[in-house]
């Protein structure tokens, strides 16, 4: 029995396919390692260096399957008459269900970004104060418990005068 040379029994095993992948199957797997490898590295750069000014920003995690996007946030939503004593807002479960002014409520958001949390929560605090009209200051008041930009302050308020 002749052994064949060493090159043709090499060339004739590298383009049998083991693994049974078709051509397109093959390079379908490898775009997908490809993308998975690179949302795993972009995600926290995206985090940690936000556009559009590209600053540092702390992010938990540092890798993208294991990363939490949104701040965490604790508010308080109650209302005062003048610089007055806080006092619960009526009716609250009709505007969020299941929160009891002026209790703190700890919160992990859904959003974007700081600002994004601070529009919401702007507008539901506007939208109590219209559907109110009694005259009292509405407030809400965020703490910020991690996931901020360094350049925030700790503590937001947001307060909103009823009419009359």
């Not at 508010?75 to 703190?104: K, N, Q, W």
Request: charge should be positive.
């Amino acid at each position: 029995m002749a052994r064949a040379p060493p090159g043709r029994v090499a060339a004739a095993h590298m383009d049998a396919s083991p693994s049974g992948l078709s051509g397109w199957r093959r390079r379908g797997a490898a775009a997908f390692i490809v993308l998975w490898i690179a949302v795993q590295v972009l995600v926290p750069l995206w985090q940690k260096f936000p556009p559009p000014d590209f600053h540092y920003r702390w992010a938990r995690y540092s890798w993208g399957m294991f990363s939490s996007i949104g701040p965490r946030y604790e508010v308080r939503l109650f209302r005062t008459r003048g610089t007055g004593a806080e006092e619960p807002i009526p009716e609250m479960p009709r505007y969020v269900r299941g929160y009891r002014s002026p209790e703190p409520m700890r919160m992990r958001a859904i959003y974007w970004s700081e600002d994004e949390v601070l529009d919401r929560l702007a507008r539901l605090v506007a939208f109590i104060a219209r559907d109110r009209h009694d005259g009292y200051t509405y407030v809400a008041s965020v703490q910020w418990l991690g996931g901020q930009r360094s350049d925030r302050p700790e503590r937001s308020e947001l307060r909103v005068q009823a009419a009359e």
